[in-house]
């Protein structure tokens, strides 16, 4: 069996999910097994979803006590149903649950793991993966040992294509015994970032601004073009150290490393630290002043000029072409 | 506070990184190398919690020689204590890697360890989780704040996750990964650099962690450079003209809007 982490929330199935769904069904088919997926929730009211889109087991987990993401009981669970249905394949989504959960069920089993994946091909039946290193300065093709399993894989979200279509299948649904819940960590509270702010890991345009705005008060004329386009806001390590903008907006090395569809650089000169957390946007459009700036050797399209001029046009064409 | 912060010595990011002819690894002559940025997080916090609560901050780095030198570099921002591992960081696997962390670990008291959250070199995101069930203990990872409770029982840490902050209060002793902004990392004085000189830094082996038949799980096969991106065009004309044919382009083209 090829088994999944459906991750929800409240009872929807995020993108990233849908991703390694997708996934784990290309693998699944050419190899001959069935797909499985573990959802954990207060409730197991996604299972049908999942069903439609080609998983023919699913392992429910419901209990209100699992309703927020805790290492400990979740690798209770998943380490035991590997151990009674060894699968050979897990996937889970590169997300911050599945990147704290992984590693521990792979130690926990003294099996392999492979993070971070951005392409997983099978060859000759076995699974090699592709993952960036060095902040994606370059790429490494790994494998796990095919007698071993599970293999853990994690996938970079926005790195898969999400399972689009729905094909009304029938899953069987397996409610799993929720183990006694070990209580050394305790989820205090979820503060929500307000809504209306898209994440800029999550939007497919991101436009964001640099050192070039001069101020804070001049990110206006970014929200107004973000608004225009529907995207998201981010910024440069400058602007974010200079308390302009939120370090949860920041892209780059140590900020979020970023694959939007289109990705709107102003006023940013495109140090390699910015590069590495943008450099795999599908579009890239760069606006510096200065034709030598490194940021150009990135852009699809350039436009050397003052962002002060150009930006609030380019609003003005957007919303001309929308009206 | 006896806390043990695991650092790793990485190329320093400001640099151009090129694949070796064959695909083996990269080219390291006249890389120069730097301490884990996240680990100067980790670092910082370990100092802090120590100013208000007393006790000793001890540094574990695994790495080949060169990796004294970000060794130093913690010692010099006031760690106490220093452990090397020395072992090749490229041959062994994250998970391979906590391993050996965890013997060396072993061997010490702590009521907190501290890692970074990846390490910029692997990304894996892999050896803070690791080390936490090789221990046997809870974690806290992508922390951007920690809290430590007056009777050093417990803390309260803040963690990044999709669409906001989970506050999580965990028992000690636990493991956190660092997330950037957990604080403003000091540098290293020169007095610090001076009083750091006279550290003695504690060497551990294979042997002496008994640890005899370790191999990594994971295989690489090779490494490439990363694809190239296609040459780009740039606008040029009045301002008006080139964001009509921006929009153009970005409709037409691309096909992004
Ligand atoms: C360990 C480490 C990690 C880092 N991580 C990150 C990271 O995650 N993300 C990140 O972004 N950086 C990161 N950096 C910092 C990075 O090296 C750069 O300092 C930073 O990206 C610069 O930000 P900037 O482009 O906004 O500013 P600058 O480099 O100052 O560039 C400003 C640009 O604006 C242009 N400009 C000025 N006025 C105008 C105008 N009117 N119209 C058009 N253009 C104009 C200028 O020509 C210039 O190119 C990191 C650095 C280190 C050492
Ligand atoms: N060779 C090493 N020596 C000491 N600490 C390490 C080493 N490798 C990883 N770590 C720690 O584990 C964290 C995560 O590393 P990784 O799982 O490789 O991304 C790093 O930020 C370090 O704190």
Request: proline fraction near 6%; charge should be negative; glycine fraction near 8%.
């Amino acid at each position: 069996m090829v088994l999944i982490w459906a991750e929800e929330k409240e009872g929807i199935l995020p993108r990233s999910t849908l991703e390694v769904l997708s996934m784990g069904k290309k693998i699944a088919e050419p190899l001959g097994e069935e797909l499985g997926a573990v959802l954990i929730a207060d409730s197991n009211r996604a299972a049908g979803t999942l069903g439609k889109k080609g998983v023919r087991k699913v392992y429910a987990a419901d209990d209100p006590a699992l309703r927020d993401y805790r290492t400990e009981p979740y690798t209770q669970i998943f380490t035991s149903l590997i151990e009674e249905h060894h699968p050979s394949i897990l996937l889970l989504s590169h997300t911050s649950s599945g990147k704290d959960l992984a590693p521990r069920v792979a130690a926990r089993l003294n099996v392999g793991l492979i993070s971070d994946c951005t392409q997983l091909d099978l060859q000759d039946g076995s699974l090699v993966a592709t993952r960036p290193m060095y902040t994606g300065k370059a790429l490494a093709q790994v494998t796990l040992p095919a007698e071993m399993n599970p293999k853990i894989f994690t996938l970079r979200p926005k790195a898969f294509p999400a399972s689009e279509k729905e094909e009304g299948g029938e899953c069987e649904v397996i409610i799993v015994e929720v183990p006694q819940l070990m209580a050394r960590t305790e989820v205090l509270e979820l503060k929500k970032t307000p809504k209306g702010s898209l994440d800029v890991a999550e939007a497919d345009i991101v436009v964001s601004g640099g050192r070039g705005l001069k101020g804070p008060e001049n990110f206006e004329i970014i929200e107004e073009l973000a608004q225009a386009l529907g995207a998201a806001v981010g910024a440069s390590r400058a602007v974010v150290d200079a308390g302009w903008r939120d370090h949860k907006d920041q892209v780059g090395q140590t900020g979020k490393q970023i694959t939007p569809k289109l990705y709107f650089a102003c006023g940013i000169s495109g140090a390699i630290q910015h590069q590495v957390g943008m450099r795999n946007s599908k579009c890239i459009v760069a606006i510096n002043k200065d034709p030598n700036a490194p940021i150009f050797k990135l852009a699809s399209y350039g436009i050397v000029g003052d962002l002060f001029k150009i930006v609030p046009l380019l609003t003005e064409e957007l919303k001309k072409i929308r009206d | 506070m006896k806390i043990i912060v695991c650092v790793k010595q990485v190329p320093d990011t400001n640099v151009f990184i090129k694949v070796r002819e064959g695909g083996d690894g990269i080219v390291t002559e006249g890389l120069a190398y730097v301490v884990n940025p996240y680990e100067e997080y980790a670092v910082e916090e370990a100092l802090r919690i120590k100013e208000k609560f007393g006790g000793e901050v001890t540094v574990i780095t695994l790495g080949p020689d060169r990796v004294v030198e970000a060794i130093r570099t913690c010692l010099a921002m006031g760690v106490d204590h220093a452990i090397h591992l020395p072992e090749s960081d490229d041959e062994l696997d994250p998970l391979a890697t906590a391993r050996v962390l965890t013997e060396a670990i072993k061997k010490l008291d702590y009521d907190i360890i501290l890692c970074g959250k990846h390490a910029v070199d692997d990304g894996a995101s892999q050896v803070g989780p690791a080390l936490a069930e090789y221990l046997d203990l809870p974690q806290v990872t992508f922390v951007r704040k920690i809290e430590i409770a007056e009777d050093g029982k417990s803390a309260i840490a803040h963690r990044e996750v999709e669409g906001g902050t989970q506050v999580v209060k965990s028992s000690l002793p636990a493991v956190f990964t660092a997330e950037k902004d957990l604080n403003e990392p000091r540098y290293p004085t020169l007095k610090g650099m001076m009083a750091a000189k006279r550290i003695q830094i504690q060497i551990l082996n294979h042997k002496d962690l008994g640890l005899h038949s370790l191999k990594s799980k994971s295989r690489r096969l090779k490494l490439l450079p990363p694809p190239e991106r296609p040459p780009g065009k740039m606008l040029q004309g009045e301002p008006e003209e080139i964001v009509k044919e921006l929009v153009r382009l970005l409709r037409d083209e691309a096909k992004v809007i």
